[in-house]
């Protein structure tokens, strides 16, 4: 277990902005999904804003690390739409 902590105190430390800048962008998808409660259309919009930016965040993220691979651009890919698939099942029954 100390291994994994010392990853993350490296990984954290080392890409400090691109972390911030995630977790900022999520509290601010967060913060519109409240703004636009009863508004299902803008809300998905706002939902495939923040998957799509999930998505070039993590391409970004592995170019500046130098570890972008084909199954890494995939795997992105494949997370956003599926967190998008559920959100959308969870909020528009």
């Not at 691109?18 to 259309?41: C, N, Q, R, W």
């Amino acid at each position: 277990m100390h291994s994994f902590f010392y990853y993350l105190k490296k990984e954290l430390s080392t890409h400090a902005f691109d972390y911030s800048l995630f977790a900022f962008s999520g509290i601010l998808f967060l913060v519109a999904m409240s703004a636009l409660t009863g508004k299902p259309f803008l809300q998905t919009l706002a939902l495939l804003l923040y998957i799509a930016f999930y998505i070039i965040w993590g391409m970004y993220h592995h170019v500046v690390d130098g570890s972008l691979h084909l199954k890494v651009m995939i795997e992105y890919i494949l997370i956003g739409f599926t967190v998008f698939f559920l959100i959308k099942i969870l909020l528009f029954p």
